[in-house]
């Protein structure tokens, strides 16, 4: 019996644990600034029950309202990392006219050492953040990588994804869901 309700509490302890893992579905997304590729920062925020997107540099500020937003955590030396940067390479390209930005954030510690060869040689068409100390992937809760959040315009998480998804269309069909085709 006592084996019996150790095994039951060890049990719920670990489903607590991965509930906690990651930010669900239905949950607003944090606050956050981050410094991307090319020196300039975006800060992605809720305002007034918008998804906004600012991108600041030494030149002005940008400021943009996606009707979805693919957060992509990753990193160089993460192998599903890189089919999934593939998927968001055709996702991008078919959708970012129509209101999708994908922003990848690599947690890769050396942070431009890898990061922008890497690019580079992927000829990767969307933005790339980096956060080499993880302080936005933890706001996440990100435990494994990729680990992918697709964002409404409202900034309410329509979808996560911790670990590699089924495939390209799994991911198109969340943002087919938030209307854009």
């Not at 992927?122 to 680990?147: C, G, H, M, N």
Request: with cysteine; net charge positive.
């Amino acid at each position: 019996m006592f084996r019996y309700i150790i095994g039951l509490m060890a049990a719920i302890l670990l489903m607590s644990v991965t509930a906690l893992a990651i930010l669900r579905e239905g949950k607003p997304i944090p606050n956050f600034r981050t410094t991307l590729l090319d020196g300039k920062t975006a800060e992605v925020r809720v305002e007034k029950g918008k998804l906004l997107v600012q991108i600041k540099g030494t030149k002005g500020n940008e400021t943009l309202k996606p009707k979805a937003l693919i957060l992509d955590f990753w990193a160089t030396w993460c192998g599903p990392c890189h089919l999934v940067g593939e998927w968001l390479n055709r996702l991008h390209q078919r959708y970012h006219k129509k209101g999708l930005m994908v922003l990848g954030i690599s947690i890769d510690e050396d942070g431009r050492a890898s990061v922008v060869p890497f690019v580079q040689e992927a000829k990767t068409p969307y933005l790339i953040a980096l956060d080499p100390k993880a302080q936005v992937a933890s706001r996440f809760k990100v435990e494994a990588l990729p680990a992918i959040y697709i964002v409404n315009n409202k900034g309410v998480i329509a979808a996560a994804f911790e670990g590699l998804p089924d495939n390209q269309a799994q991911l198109e069909r969340v943002v087919h869901r938030l209307g854009i085709r």
